[in-house]
């Protein structure tokens, strides 16, 4: 039986609507207009219920307080909850919006600015249907502190436009679920989108959970705007233990997908687990920092674009059977990018990959650092520069020393690229430092070629390989050395220290300097 049903219509204020429904099957609606500091509670206990909240006017206005929250309990409900003006609250205190057991949706809507969200709750069983939460707010500074969905295949987005936006914590948690007992061990995971546009908007924890096989949670994030994020990283995005604006994914096939457009951006993104991809990310604008950290095995990153200047990406993936994908578009300086692969011990043949291809850039610095363990794990490290000057590239590869192999391959137009002194010949006494290409263990390969399209003068390479039966090939030639490309100049210096190593250097031009030490 319902308490209370229809509707409840207010046009003064400071009025107050107190909606108590049980059974299934009710519908409310409550309309407080043309007024401010307005207050509407609701609770609707049974199935299939439907709540409609509205409260406009110059703002103020409240629904859901401590000790009294928009709560819904049962499955199948639906809540519409809609505020106009400034200042409005939904949720205050500790309670919120709670819809309890599953299959339920909410749809919290707020436009004008200082608004806020709180404490919103959907909460479902392990083998209930999909919740759908949608929460949009307009205009500037607005705030959802706390929007939390557990259960399975839940559906959740936040829309903020404007600027100086806050999202404090949103999350997906996936709860474990039986059917006659018998647990359910696969099933769809959850999707978040998060939107915010402006400057100045902070998103400061997106998380998504799942302990199961075969649920895929699904995060987007799409960001414009200048100065979004949450604040901090630095340095190859703080080399990458990411945090600032943390984006989190934990389990298995988890997959991240972002696209920031606009100027210093901060985000950090981790994802725990297996097959977990973040791809699809692209950087348009300049001086963003993102930094991706994978634990677990057969993760896959993938930079799609950094078009832009100034950006600062660092990855880092800890495990086997990982791969890193970097892509600089258009004419794109200054970028600093740093990926880190490291394999534990057993690998035993599983091969990390990193892979950073530069299609117009100077000023650019690369850090690839791979480790593998101590019985194998087989790295691989490919660098494609088309054209550009004063980039500066350091790969360290250390293998293990069981028959397992590292590679490195490097290919470039520019010139005075891997920045650095020498001099003092041949090839600055082997002394080595400038754009270091180490590479520790046995059986490791390292092929580079420079000036293939055309001159490439001034560049400095240093080679070191320690450990027994390692190859160089290394070929510096400008346009084949044919016509006006001959390249000039040009430095390299290879250290091999075991037994069995091999180093073939070609270079065709003048003024050029190698020196080999085995």
Known sequence: MGMMAGAAHAQSNGNTADVEQIQQGNTAAVNQSGSADNEAFLLQNGTTNDADIRQSGVGGNIAGVDGNAMTQTGASNVLDVNQAGSGNEIG???????????????????????????????????????????????????????????????????????????????????????????????????????????????????????????????????????????????????????????????????????????????????????????????????????????????????????????????????????????????????????????????????TNDATVTINNGSDNTFTVQQTSSLFGGNNTATVSLTAGNSNQLNIDQTGSFFGERNEATVTLWGSFNNVGAFGGNDAGSLGLTAGNLIQTGAGNDITMSVGDAGASNGNVFAFSQIGDDNMIDGSINGNGGAGTGISTGNQAAVVQAGNGNSATFSQTGSGNVLGVSQ
């Open 92 to 350: 205050n205190g500790t309670a919120g919006v709670d819809q309890t057991v599953g299959r339920n949706d909410a749809t919290l809507t707020q436009t004008g600015t200082d608004n806020t969200i709180s404490n919103v709750q959907q909460a479902g069983r392990g083998t209930s249907g999909t919740n759908v939460l949608t929460i949009v707010q307009g205009a500037t500074l607005n705030t959802v502190t706390t929007a939390s969905q557990t259960g399975r295949n839940n559906e959740g987005s936040i829309t903020q436009d404007g600027g100086g936006n806050l999202v404090t914590s949103f999350s997906q948690t996936e709860v474990p679920g039986t059917v006659f007992g018998i647990p359910v061990t696969t099933r769809p995971g959850n999707e978040a989108t998060v939107t915010q546009s402006g400057e100045g908007n902070i998103l400061a924890s997106v998380s998504q959970r799942s302990d199961r096989l075969g649920s895929k949670n699904t995060l987007t994030i799409d960001m414009s705007g200048d100065g979004n994020g949450g604040g901090g990283l630095s340095g190859q995005a703080a080399a990458s233990g990411a945090t600032a604006s943390t984006l989190s994914q934990t389990g298995e096939g988890n997959a991240i997908g972002m696209l920031v457009s606009g100027t210093g951006a901060q985000f950090g993104v981790t994802q725990s687990g297996s097959d977990n991809a973040a791809t699809g990310i692209t950087l348009a604008g300049t001086n963003n920092q993102l930094g991706i950290r994978q634990i677990g095995t057969e993760n896959a990153v993938s930079l799609s674009t950094i078009a832009g200047l100034a950006n600062n990406v660092g990855i880092e993936q800890f495990d086997f059977g990982n791969d890193a994908s970097v892509s600089i578009n258009g004419v794109s300086n200054g970028n600093q990018v740093g990926i880190s692969q490291d394999g534990p011990i057993g690998s035993f043949g599983r």
